[in-house]
């Protein structure tokens, strides 16, 4: 699938719910997953982990000001 590390303790459990419905659907359909069968599962996993990693950046940018300001 191309998709970065699917492993489910990195992951918030929506996304961890994309992952199982796209690998349930590649299970029913071996051949449909090169006819795009399971496409939407794909698209909508990029866009969860992509809100997963805005999130994580977010909060790594605050907890690095709240350090630096601790600091001074």
Do not use: W
């Amino acid at each position: 699938m191309g998709l970065s590390n699917l492993s489910p303790h990195l992951h918030t459990e929506k996304c961890n719910d994309l992952v199982t419905k796209y690998t349930q659907c590649v299970e029913k359909h071996p051949v449909g997953k090169f006819l795009n069968e399971c496409s939407h599962y794909e698209k909508a996993i990029r866009q969860c982990f992509k809100e997963e990693k805005l999130i994580k950046r977010a909060n790594s940018k605050t907890t690095c000001e709240r350090l630096t300001h601790l600091s001074d």
